[in-house]
């Protein structure tokens, strides 16, 4: 199985808003489906991304605090909304946000996982951007134990998880999509906010 290997080229992949990049995982966490449109955005073949991790494709520029976070949601089988960048084979970048579901048997063990990404609100995008780039700081000239006391320290600063903190920034596109403007952050529910993104 030939490795996952790119090299970025510094423009951007725009993802389009009404369509989803589906995969599924293995309770091991190996992608064993990718629907047409992953292979259309990413430019690999079914066979090259069946198989691999999500870490195996990771982007440079996602730091390891922010990865881990991720998948320790999966290991809970908890989701977890998370506006992420991603890279296509011919080094193009997209970024996106998640929708997990993990299926579970009758006794409680994890079947599969299915992951949904769509386009991220352009609105957002500069604030992860920035938190990201000052988070990789951290790792790469400290280690990965002070980049995550500092992200602890600045979800407790905002006093929210980083889901929420999420759904509070895309806040404000959601409004613009129609939602009831007089309606706060507290009030607006989870479901009606990844609602507009994931048609649910």
């Not at 992608?31 to 870490?55: A, M, R, S």
Request: aromatic share 10%.
């Amino acid at each position: 199985m030939d490795d996952i290997n790119f090299t970025p080229v510094g423009r951007e992949l725009m993802l389009d808003p009404d369509k989803v990049m589906i995969s599924k995982l293995t309770p091991e966490g190996q992608i064993d489906f990718v629907n047409d449109y992953f292979v259309e955005i990413t430019g690999y073949e079914v066979h090259e991304i069946v198989g691999k991790t999500f870490e195996d494709s990771k982007h440079a520029d996602v730091p390891m605090t922010i990865f881990n976070l991720m998948m320790d949601h999966l290991s809970d089988n908890k989701n977890l909304h998370i506006v992420l960048k991603d890279q296509a084979k011919d080094g193009r970048y997209y970024w996106y946000i998640t929708d997990f579901e993990t299926k579970l048997d009758k006794e409680g063990n994890k079947i599969s996982t299915s992951s949904k990404r769509v386009a991220a609100p352009r609105s957002v995008i500069p604030e992860f951007d920035k938190l990201y780039k000052k988070i990789l700081k951290i790792e790469q000239n400290t280690s990965l134990e002070t980049a995550k006391i500092y992200f602890d320290g600045f979800l407790e600063e905002k006093g929210m998880s980083f889901n929420d903190y999420t759904l509070h920034q895309i806040d404000s596109y959601t409004i613009h999509q129609g939602l009831s403007s007089s309606q706060s952050p507290q009030t607006k529910t989870k479901k009606s906010i990844m609602g507009k993104l994931f048609g649910k």
